[in-house]
């Protein structure tokens, strides 16, 4: 028991390093400012947009919506391409030659991908601030409920990324099997126009996945309580989206060590070294 | 009980691995004793990166029974696990981490570990000092050189004074220079204290280089057994003999050369030159045997399905 915490402590430390080096890593923080220059611009374009039935703008009910599917492109795709990169070149492998290492590195993932969401969220959060009106969580009730729906979301999602990470046959799948149905989810979530427009069985479908709760939740937290009118059944619908969230968490939590053991089982020498030809055979 | 066990590190009897209907060990068995250093060699293919992922735990067998510091490497435990090392062959993992940060973070595993006996794990400083990468110790690994970075696998696999260590073809892709520093390493570490290692090569300059006991593994078995010097003998090592008689060159392969120089003296008392015995090198000896195998005891080749890392 002991050795497990103590390999559990040496994770967290791994994540917080991992952490500094990408705040510290020009690429990460130019794709955080990238993908925050297109949410905003996108945003900006649409400022004197008055939604139809409110006086709010469409920035200030977007914002909350965009944020949600933000942080489930980050928990789905984040540890997903982690995953199949490190199974790729070989710093799973050098975990699992340690006592505790994969317990370790997994704990260190955790970590990694819920801290890198604070400077994904505050990079377009921040800015939007000061471009549009009326936008930070209403009240100190909307940050608790920011905080809440943040959490729910981290356990509900972060196994879907793992479990797509074990799974996935190669670095290069990752987009196949992570970003298109992401995609293709945000479409249909109700973030960038309202779910309303849609067909009925369509609406059904996207209720069945995170992204359009983690869309609510996000609205629910940020937006004033008369807003809710705006949404299905009139209402944040607080219940269902507890609901169905804790469902995909209990899954994620049941399937993700199951299929991360499975995959980390198979890690070898050999394995790493057949992706690093397969890799060179890109290059080429 | 305990006592009489540990005295070897590693017990393989008949160890099979099959893939689909291809059997790439077919029942391999040898033992190495604690503080030896064995290497398997043999050519690409022979297996060899197998066996060595089995005892490592990193790879199920198909069949045959293996003991590792006492233990089945299948149902290795991370106690087990702490007592082990392996030099893996670093490509591209921790790009963005210096070698200080990683063997800080790595060492930290081991600290459950650490008995009075054996302190665990390696004190870091020393450690990049031992592997000598002083100069590269805050550098982001990405950008160390193939020899420093093999360096840092070494001093990776070593950091938690493992009992065991493994070396999977730990040259490879090495320049002389490189192959020559890392001969160094491993030495020092054999002289410092007394860690048993089992290394593959298929280079056999390295392994007379490094072992105690060289293991020839081919098509799936092992072949010979013994010493450099032991292997040189045990094939029956014909010697050969050249010499120059009335302006003619001659060649003779013999097994026993000094009785047939005493033959060629007596039959021609003058007039031989260039008089040359040269007894069979490890190489030959080497070439010959995994010849002799793969065409006597294996229609086809082994695949090198399995050794796909070069």
Do not use: C
């Not at chain 1, 990238?34 to 409110?54: P, S």
């Not at chain 2, 490509?91 to 570990?113: F, I, K, M, V």
């Amino acid at each position: 028991m002991t050795t497990t915490l103590h390999a559990i402590r040496v994770g967290l430390r791994r994540g917080g390093t991992e952490l500094m080096l990408s705040l510290k890593s020009t690429q990460d923080l130019s794709f955080y400012i990238l993908m925050a220059l297109i949410a905003l611009g996108y945003l900006y374009l649409r400022r004197d947009t008055i939604v139809e039935g409110t006086d709010l703008s469409f920035p200030t009910l977007a914002m909350p919506s965009l944020l949600g599917s933000l942080m489930v492109f980050g928990l789905v795709m984040g540890p997903a391409g982690q995953l199949a990169m490190d199974r790729e070149d070989g710093t799973l492998l050098r975990a699992k030659a340690v006592p505790g290492g994969i317990l370790g590195y997994v704990m260190g993932q955790i970590v990694t991908m819920s801290g890198s969401l604070v400077p994904m969220l505050l990079i377009v959060l921040l800015p939007g601030a000061f471009l549009f009106d009326d936008l930070m969580p209403s009240g100190g009730a909307g940050w608790i409920r920011l905080l809440w729906v943040m959490l729910l979301g981290i356990v509900a999602i972060l196994p879907i990324g793992i479990i797509i990470g074990s799974l996935v046959p190669s670095l290069q799948k990752v987009n196949t099997w992570g970003l298109f149905p992401m995609m293709i989810l945000a479409g249909i979530s109700g973030i960038f126009y309202p779910i309303q427009a849609l067909w009925g069985w369509l609406q059904g479908v996207a209720q069945a996945f995170p992204m359009y709760w983690m869309g609510l939740g996000m609205r629910s937290a940020f937006l004033p309580d008369e807003a809710a009118s705006l949404e299905l059944q009139e209402s944040w619908q607080t219940g269902q989206m507890i609901t169905v969230l804790s469902i995909w968490a209990i899954l994620g939590l049941v399937l993700a060590p199951i299929l991360l053991r499975r995959m980390a089982r198979r890690q070898s020498g050999s394995s790493v070294g057949a992706a690093r030809e397969q890799a060179a055979q890109w290059v080429r | 009980m305990e006592a009489t066990q540990s005295e070897v590190a590693v017990d393989v009897r008949d160890l099979r691995m099959r893939y689909g209907d291809k059997d790439v060990l077919d029942g391999v068995s040898f033992t190495v004793k604690r503080g030896e250093v064995v290497t398997l060699l043999g050519p690409n293919g022979a297996g060899k990166t197998t066996t060595i992922e089995i005892l490592e735990g990193f790879r199920l067998r198909s069949g045959g029974d293996v003991r590792v510091l006492d233990a089945d490497p299948a149902h290795g435990d991370e106690a087990w696990r702490a007592r082990t090392g392996v030099v893996l062959q670093s490509w591209r993992d921790h790009a963005r981490w210096t070698p200080r940060q990683l063997l800080r973070l790595l060492g930290r595993y081991y600290l459950p570990y650490s008995t009075d006996e054996m302190v665990r794990p390696r004190d870091t400083e020393d450690l990049i000092r031992l592997v000598g990468l002083q100069d590269q110790a805050d550098q982001k690994i990405r950008t160390l050189s193939g020899g420093q970075r093999r360096r840092l696998d070494v001093a990776v696999g070593i950091i938690g004074r493992p009992e065991l260590l493994f070396l999977d073809e730990p040259t490879a892709g090495l320049d002389p220079h490189g192959k020559r520093e890392f001969h160094e390493l491993i030495h020092a570490l054999v002289d410092l204290e007394d860690t048993t290692i089992l290394l593959t090569t298929h280079d056999l300059a390295e392994a007379e280089k490094l072992a105690d006991r060289i293991l020839i593994l081919a098509a799936g078995r092992i072949i010979a057994d013994g010493s450099a010097d032991a292997l040189a003998n045990e094939i029956e090592a014909k010697t050969e003999v050249r010499w120059t008689h009335k302006g003619k060159a001659h060649v003779h392969a013999t097994s026993d050369a000094t009785e047939y120089v005493r033959d060629l003296f007596r039959q021609h008392a003058t007039g031989i030159s260039n008089l040359e015995v040269r007894r069979a090198s490890l190489e030959d000896t080497y070439i010959a045997l995994v010849q002799k195998y793969e065409s006597g005891y294996q229609t086809e080749t082994p695949t090198a399905l399995e050794e796909a890392s070069r």
